[in-house]
T-cell receptor, first 113, second 114 residues
Framework: GQQLNQSPQSMFIQEGEDVSMNCTSS?????WLWYKQDPGEGPVLLIA???AGELTSNGRLTAQFGITRKDSFLNISASIPSDVGIYFC?????????????WGLGTSLAVNP | ETGVTQTPRHLVMGMTNKKSLKCEQH?????MYWYKQSAKKPLELMFV???????ENNSVPSRFSPECPNSSHLFLHLHTLQPEDSALYLC?????????????FGPGTRLLVL
């Protein structure tokens, strides 16, 4: 099925560094969502974006809905050990089934204290 | 309890067993979802219930049978599963028709089929 191109696949960084990850799609989306999943848990919503160009922050996290409506990025500033986990992007295509989210494969983040 | 809860958290079953997964949402939402999460694959949407009516069935084998008795509860009945069905099964809920439907997930049931 359709999926988003999420990159990078994995990152290993030092505590205190900033992190950036992104998702791209071949079609236009009307919603972008960023989730974090800890081991043994379900995805937890971090940021939801509903308008092209929208820039939203949640603490040290900032996400943007790309102007083309085909991409989104997530930044984490001043990373800490508890940022470790898998980050997923998900989007809702502008056309077709409005219930179905399209998911990326995730970015696995490791933080070295 | 708050959010979305799932039981059991872990399940090991043989291919001839029958078991059920349970999900309960405490968010007052009107839609509920079952997803399958396998390694190296994006989340796979299995079923969607809106106002207790099944509105999505994404080519899921009949050995998976969902049930939604009310808007707060969702079950996934499992029968004669295969080893390749081993995965994390996630339940989610959302409030539809708001224009900003966001799905909230439970912790999942880790299923191992032997």
């Amino acid at each position: 099925g359709q999926q988003l191109n999420q990159s990078p696949q994995s990152m290993f960084i030092q505590e205190g560094e900033d992190v950036s990850m992104n998702c791209t799609s071949s079609s236009i989306f009307n919603t972008w969502l960023w989730y974090k999943q800890d081991p043994g848990e379900g995805p937890v919503l971090l940021i939801a974006l509903y308008k092209a160009g929208e820039l939203t922050s949640n603490g040290r996290l900032t996400a943007q809905f790309g102007i083309t409506r085909k991409d989104s990025f997530l930044n984490i500033s001043a990373s800490i050990p508890s940022d470790v986990g898998i980050y997923f992007c998900a989007g809702r295509p502008n056309a077709g089934n409005n219930r179905k989210l399209i998911w990326g494969l995730g970015t696995s983040l490791a933080v070295n204290p | 309890e708050t959010g979305v809860t799932q039981t059991p958290r872990h399940l090991v079953m043989g291919m001839t067993n029958k078991k059920s997964l349970k999900c309960e949402q405490h968010l007052g939402h009107n839609a509920m979802y079952w997803y399958k999460q396998s390694a190296k694959k994006p989340l796979e949407l299995m079923f969607v219930y809106s106002l207790e009516e099944r509105v999505e069935n994404n080519s899921v084998p009949s050995r998976f049978s969902p049930e939604c008795p009310n808007s707060s509860h969702l079950f996934l009945h499992l029968h004669t599963l295969q080893p390749e069905d081993s995965a994390l099964y996630l339940c989610a809920s959302s409030q539809e028709w708001t224009g900003q439907e966001t799905q909230y997930f439970g912790p999942g049931t880790r299923l191992l089929v032997l």
